[in-house]
Nanobody, 117 residues
């Protein structure tokens, strides 16, 4: 069973930072790339960043240079550090296995990020 538990979201002012975390079932974490995705109000879910099991990373242009994805294999957790946040970053953020294309149809509850003054 896929278990994805996101946390770390909140309300932050423009220019602020947040660190999102996603605890993942060990069975799907160990050998898989992991990705972060987001769904903004009224929009479809979109890919944000991905990291392979070896640590190679890739970012969507919208967050490149402002975000860092990382993983702690000992804790089965993937992180997304987001800096210089903008109002357009407001969304519910999710993680899933997969570098860009999500592997599973099942998603966690997500974590809400709201960027507003």
């Amino acid at each position: 069973q896929v278990q994805l538990v996101e946390s770390g979201g909140g309300l932050v002012q423009p220019g602020g930072s947040l660190r999102l975390s996603c605890a993942v079932s060990g069975s799907i974490f160990s050998h898989n790339a992991m990705g972060w995705y987001r769904r903004a109000p009224g929009k479809q879910r979109e890919w944000v960043a991905g990291i392979t099991s070896a640590g190679t990373t890739r970012y969507a242009d919208s967050v490149k240079g402002r975000s860092t994805i990382s993983r702690d294999n000992a804790k089965n957790t993937v992180y997304l550090q987001m800096n210089s946040l903008k109002p357009e970053d407001t969304a519910v953020y999710y993680c899933n296995a997969g570098f860009v294309i999500p592997m599973y149809d099942q998603w966690g509850q997500g974590t809400q990020v709201t960027v507003s003054s």
